[in-house]
T-cell receptor
């Protein structure tokens, strides 16, 4: 069964802390997306990964294909990083994306 | 280059009415995907269109339908609206067979 699990479901941290959000999936994939959803619902695509690591500003995404696991890291977190972060996976042989349930991140000043 | 655009951004309808949501993909993208995010739930796959044809649909009733036009833009139609259809409807586009998808900002449908 093609499943995607994220952890934690909710995460509250203080400004400046290093944040890690995890995503595990069940079978082989062709791509994994990390998305950010702010209150109001608009979704922004942060990264698309099929291997290795990507970095954009304070955000870093890594993927371990053998372990079927990806992490999203935020360095020097800021209250404006508060959002829901969603992992979405395209399984091999499939076109549609399967989404994790999301991680609600709250960064307090 | 314009991204994926969806319209309207917000839509309020009465139970029993029909709603039409629109999506324009990125130029050169032939695949359009529709997803639903109901309140308190994760994103669920609704429909996939490519080259004008419906290629796959998720576990939704036939009241959810759509089409893709020759310019690859797409409409999602929801007939006989029910209160539980209130959700964010997200459109994404990609090149055929490409792994990377690009997302619109979504249409928030409220059924009252």
């Amino acid at each position: 069964k093609n499943e995607v699990e994220q952890s934690p479901q909710n995460l509250t941290a203080q400004e400046g802390e290093f944040i890690t959000i995890n995503c595990s999936y069940s079978v082989g994939i062709s791509a994994l997306h990390w998305l950010q959803q702010h209150p109001g619902g608009g979704i922004v695509s942060l990264f698309m990964l099929s291997s290795g690591k990507k970095k954009h500003g304070r955000l870093i995404a890594t993927i371990n294909i053998q372990e079927k696991h990806s992490s999203l890291h935020i360095t020097a977190s800021h209250p404006r990083d508060s959002a829901v972060y969603i992992c979405a996976v395209r399984f091999q042989g499939a076109q549609k994306l399967v989404f994790g349930q999301g991680t609600r991140l709250t960064i307090n000043p | 280059e314009a991204g994926v655009t969806q319209s309207p951004t917000h839509l309020i309808k009465t139970r029993g009415q029909q709603a039409t949501l629109r999506c324009s993909p990125i130029s050169g993208h032939t695949s359009v995907y529709w997803y639903q995010q109901a309140l308190g739930l994760g994103l669920q796959f609704l429909l996939w269109y490519d080259e004008g044809e419906e290629r796959n649909r998720g576990n939704f009733p036939p009241r959810f339908s759509g089409r893709q036009f020759p310019n690859y833009s797409s409409e999602l139609n929801v007939n006989a609206l029910e209160l539980e259809d209130s959700a964010l409807y997200l459109c994404a586009s990609s090149r055929r067979g490409a792994a990377e998808a690009f997302f619109g900002q979504g249409t928030r449908l409220t059924v009252v």
